[in-house]
């Protein structure tokens, strides 16, 4: 293999390591634990992840995850592209399931982020991958594009689209105004609650609240209580309930609320305290100008009832940054398309890549 990046000391920790019994999440993945790897990265945190080879010809897909989810968020792609040949690298993101969990935010810096995921790759011997990510990983799946655009032959975002450097030359309290402004509530007043002392206690301790307005079947309720400043919190402090979406099984709820009990809340809080602090704006200054655009293709598929990362402009910011070969999904979904519009988002990725 080539390798465009200095060698990684990297070590395979238990390629075949036994794992408890599905039952036993404590903070790894139900799916086939055999697939599993561990892998003590460049600057020293061990990545727990899903790993298949390809079948000779095909390409290496990376699928990021976001918050508050682990590498079982992909439990509807991971079979369904396992079946059709291509290679997977499906990591639990830094501060989530069976990965390591600082918990100091400097740490979770894109630079830094990008740095783990191309350690992956090395560690896979593969070269060049097509990375699709949702959520929070969708913002890593641009940093990559960013910063190892060399490393990737395609960009996939899912819900969120391109998280440009530019939104964040604003503070967050301008943000917010601006948000309100446009769209008639702060889109992303909840960062502020989740960048609180504290908020990972509120979280714990209203585990259910908290799961059921996540991936909640009624979407408008993000609308008053998920994302505005304040919404959240007195959602979660009055223990409210609510129904979850029918693409959430008995199962998955459970497996889920496992392992944010057993593994905590505070490291992966530190998704949004780099958000609200200066730290992703000032490690977004390393970015050169001439690799803000996108020059690979790119999918997206936005949401069109995501209340938060809202479809129109998602759709835009995508637009804006990749230069060519731009292929956009619309779906009737909230903000998890990948499990509640999984068939179609498995189709419609599926001819993406075929079409690469
Ligand atoms: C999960 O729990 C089991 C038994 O309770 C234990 O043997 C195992 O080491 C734990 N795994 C991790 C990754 O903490
Ligand atoms: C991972 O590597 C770092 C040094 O880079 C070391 O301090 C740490 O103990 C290693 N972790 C494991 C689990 O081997
Ligand atoms: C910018 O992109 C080029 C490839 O076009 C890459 O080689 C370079 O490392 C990137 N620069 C930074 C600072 O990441
Ligand atoms: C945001 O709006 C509020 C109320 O209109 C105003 O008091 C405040 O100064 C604004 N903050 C910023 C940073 O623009
Ligand atoms: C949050 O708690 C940490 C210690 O856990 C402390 O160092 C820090 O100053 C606190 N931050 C705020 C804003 O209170
Ligand atoms: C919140 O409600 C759940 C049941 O839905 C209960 O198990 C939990 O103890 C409650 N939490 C608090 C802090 O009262
Ligand atoms: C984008 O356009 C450039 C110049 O027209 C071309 O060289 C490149 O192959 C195109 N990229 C894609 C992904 O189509």
Known sequence: MFSL?????????????????ASQTNGTSPLDPSFYKDVNVTRGFVYHYYSSPPEAGKPVLLFLHGFPSSSYDWRNQIGFFQDQGYGLIVPDMLGY??????VDPHLYASSLITGDMVDLLDAEDVDEAIVIGHDWGAKVVARLANYFPERFSAFGFLSVGYFSPSILEISYAELNNITKQAIGYEIYGYWDFFSTNG?????????DSFFDITFTANKVLWITDFAPQGGLQAWLESNSTTAAGDFI????????????RSEGMRAALCWYEVMTSTIESDDNQGIPQENLTIKKPVFLGAALEDYVAIAALEINSIIQASENATTIQQYDSGHWVMLEAKDQVNSDLLAWIESL
């Open 5 to 21: 990046v200095p060698a990684v000391l990297y070590c395979v920790l238990s390629a075949f390591v036994t794992l408890p019994a």
């Open 97 to 102: 399931g069976g990965t390591a969990k600082p």
């Open 199 to 207: 908020t990972d206690q509120i979280i714990e301790d209203n585990l």
């Open 249 to 260: 099984t008995p199962e998955d709820r459970a497996i889920s609320i496992d392992t944010m």
